[in-house]
């Protein structure tokens, strides 16, 4: 049996990511993670599709755990400037990160690039444990130790357990938390586009009254990742397209902004879940990123949420161990459950409003939603306050935003 002080489930990058924040502090370290990484990083490999908006805050984090820089010289595409307007309307707003005296608004990097920078970090620490193709087969919550068994038979003890395994947690399920869901009524279409004019490191989102079509711009000056929230039936219909057919309708939908939009990738459809687990923590239990919330990618922040709940977490953990404290019991644990049931509520109503509100046709709606976007982006003042809730500086922890670290520039 081996005994460790923290096992976390979930070897993505949430998982991964408070793994490395827990490096170095004397506290033994178990990752079970069922699909490792099994690749290098290849540059001459197209985009994958599942890409992620990563914002100031989780940009800070990042750096703060040593991965940044393997990140920045594998592929990240970055944006200076944001677009949003509501189609055949007047209604839009624009950012620009030089006009606020930013050097940037945020990055769009490659789920795949982040969890295997992370990975290589958790590799290299001999604190952290690895433990590939195993699946959890059975957890008992003791008073002073969770004991967890393999599918492998391999036993396990731990004094916290965190669930970092998803939307569909194995762990939140066995731990009998339960969860509050609703259905957006959404599905997202992902694909890689190539453009005919360059992106111009600009973030753009078009607002239409029954979906949501977003381009991110990627490091090649005409290459964009799209999510496209659809209901859907009209996902459906162009999943299945003619390629010729759904590049004309993609390129119509984005108004030509970026001329001809050429399909070079294979399109990909996934259900819009909204997900809140009652509890983010427990006695020797707690749970990070889509295992405790999941929320409409219309503002790009899921994963931004999650790195904040590692923050968070690896903050208060360290604190407690230095401290001499019991690190599992749900005493200390509260302080991180009220502090992000807190930020996942405010960014879960929000998600919700502005989904409403942006959705069907309704004349009155519609010149609601106009008036409010030509407000925000008119009116003195809301501007620097949309833009500090976009990089997330709203919701860092006290320690996180006092930490000097080694890269400001967006590249």
């Not at 703060?64 to 055949?88: C, F, N």
């Not at 066995?174 to 600009?202: C, G, N, Q």
């Not at 000056?221 to 993609?250: D, G, T």
Request: contains cysteine; aromatic residues 8%.
């Amino acid at each position: 049996m081996q005994s460790f002080d923290v096992v976390i489930v979930g070897g993505g990058m949430v998982g991964l990511a408070l793994a490395c924040g827990l490096r170095g502090c004397g506290m033994r370290i178990a990752v079970i993670e069922n699909s490792p990484v099994q690749h290098q990083f290849d540059p001459q490999q197209a985009p994958s599709l599942r890409v992620s908006a990563i914002n100031a805050a989780s940009q800070k984090l990042l750096d703060y755990l040593g991965v940044w820089q393997t990140i920045v010289q594998k592929r990240v595409g970055s944006y200076k400037q944001m677009e949003v307007w509501q189609q055949d309307s007047f209604g839009h707003i624009q950012f620009d990160a030089q006009q606020h005296y930013l050097p940037g608004l945020g990055y769009i990097i490659e789920n795949s690039i982040i969890r295997g920078s992370l990975w290589q970090q958790a590799q290299s620490s001999k604190d952290i444990t690895l433990l590939t193709d195993n699946r959890l087969q059975k957890v008992v919550w003791g008073d002073n130790e969770v004991f967890m068994t393999c599918d492998n038979e391999q036993m396990l003890t731990a004094r916290l357990v965190v669930g970092a395994d998803g939307a569909k947690s194995w762990l939140r399920e066995k731990a009998d938390i339960p969860l509050s869901f609703w259905d957006y009524e959404h599905t997202a279409l992902v694909a890689t586009i190539r453009t005919e004019m360059p992106h111009m490191l600009t973030a753009r989102q078009s607002f239409h009254n029954d979906s949501i079509l977003a381009f991110l711009p990627l490091q090649d000056p005409h290459l964009c990742s799209i999510v496209w929230s659809l209901p859907a039936m009209q996902a459906n219909r162009r999943l299945n397209l003619e390629v010729s057919a759904f590049e004309k309708e993609l390129s119509v939908a984005l108004d030509m902004r970026l001329g001809f939009c050429q399909l070079i990738s294979e399109r990909q459809i996934f259900p819009l879940i909204g997900q809140y687990a009652r509890n983010f923590a427990g006695q020797r239990i707690a749970l990070l990123g889509d295992a405790a919330h999941t929320i409409h990618p219309l503002a790009g922040q899921g994963v931004n949420l999650g790195f904040m709940d590692v923050a968070e977490l690896m903050g208060q953990l360290r604190r407690l161990n230095s401290a001499g404290k019991d690190i599992g019991q749900y005493f200390y644990l509260q302080s991180y459950e009220r502090k992000r049931k807190h930020s996942a509520v405010l960014m879960l109503a929000s998600m919700q409003g502005l989904r409403q509100l942006f959705d069907g046709n309704n004349p009155v709606k519609k010149m609601v939603r106009d008036v409010g976007l030509l407000l925000a982006h008119t009116l003195p003042g809301i501007k620097p306050k949309l833009l500090s809730y976009a990089l997330g500086a709203h919701d860092m922890p006290e320690w996180l935003a006092k930490v000097t670290t080694n890269s400001s520039e967006i590249v």
